[in-house]
């Protein structure tokens, strides 16, 4: 019964809370509005929903968030030292090629948004079998340890959180 | 006197996150190449931008900024991703890139080209 008026938890639940973040007060009128849309969006745009993603530990993803957080503001002092004090000819940029394991593409897009928005690597393109990604790092003296840096601290976590 | 803090803490932000957007565009003008330029934006923009709606959040005591962040975040990666693979298609021979694992092609790339 409740799998059928909300095929989608956690879009529901997002849907839920942008409603009621965008009309920014808490009112019995926009939680109505607010449960409406978390009901109706879902229904509407199933076909382009087939699968579910399978959150096994939902909450791990709060620490995942925190952790790229702290990542996202230490790496933009470290790209803005880069910016302002490296000579242009020392900045080593290079493609790199990370081997990926993981089993849903939710989990690969999180991934590939996470490794744009940290230390000095940016996501290029994703292989057609969808088992690697091309990464692009701004200065990487040591190509491996990036490669094992997002292989330990972003994929290893996504694992976890996502059956 | 909570108050003449908060507006302190307010305007470091402020200055914090003019000071990171302005790294960001000095950091297109600075770096070479449209890959190595691409990191600009994307990161110490990010966190200037994050200044800015800390300081308005608290400002105006409002929760829209924590939405305006998390569209940030959703569009900020795309439109790297978009730039990206734009460039890799057309600009970048695919010799210049590194093979995907398990002998698979990159989305984005044109066939090698064969002699003939």
Redesign the interface.
């Known amino acids: 019964m409740i799998r059928k008026i909300f095929p989608h938890p956690y879009l529901s639940l997002t849907l839920g809370i942008?409603w009621l973040?965008?009309v920014?007060k808490l009112a019995v009128g926009s939680l109505v509005m607010a449960t409406i849309l978390a009901i109706a969006i879902p229904h509407i745009s199933a076909a382009y929903w087939p699968a579910r993603p399978r959150l096994v530990r939902p909450f791990a993803l709060l620490g995942y968030i925190g952790i790229v957080v702290y990542d996202?503001?230490v790496?933009?002092?470290a790209?803005?030292k880069i910016?302002?004090f490296m000579p242009?000819a020392q900045?080593k940029?290079a493609?790199?090629?990370v081997?990926i394991d993981l089993p849903s593409p939710e989990a690969i897009t999180l991934l590939?948004?996470t490794i744009?928005?940290t230390p000095?690597t940016?996501?290029?393109?994703?292989?057609?079998?969808g088992?690697?990604l091309?990464i692009?790092s701004?200065h990487a003296p040591d190509e491996g340890a990036i490669r094992d840096e997002i292989k330990s601290r972003y994929e290893a976590r996504l694992k976890r959180i996502f059956a | 006197m909570i108050g003449a803090g908060l507006d302190i803490l307010i305007a470091a932000l402020l200055v914090l996150g003019g000071i990171?957007g302005l790294?960001?565009s000095?950091?297109l003008l600075?770096?070479?190449?449209a890959?190595?330029r691409?990191?600009?934006p994307?990161?110490?923009s990010?966190?200037g931008l994050?200044a800015v709606l800390i300081a308005s959040a608290i400002g105006a005591g409002?929760?829209?900024e924590?939405?305006v962040t998390?569209f940030i975040?959703?569009t900020?990666?795309?439109t790297?991703?978009y730039l990206?693979?734009t460039?890799?298609h057309s600009h970048v021979s695919p010799a210049?890139?590194?093979?995907?694992?398990?002998g698979?092609?990159?989305?984005?790339?044109p066939p090698i080209a064969q002699k003939d």
């Open positions: 942008l973040l965008l920014n996202v503001i790496s933009s002092i790209v803005a910016i302002l242009p900045i940029s493609f790199i090629t081997p590939a948004g744009t928005m000095g940016l996501t290029v393109d994703i292989a057609d079998d088992r690697s091309l692009h701004l | 990171f790294i960001g000095y950091g600075r770096l070479k190449g890959m190595q691409l990191h600009a994307t990161k110490a990010t966190v994050g409002s929760w829209q924590v939405l998390l975040f959703l900020a990666p795309l790297a991703l990206a693979k460039l890799i210049d890139v590194p093979p995907a694992a398990n698979a092609k990159w989305a984005a790339q």
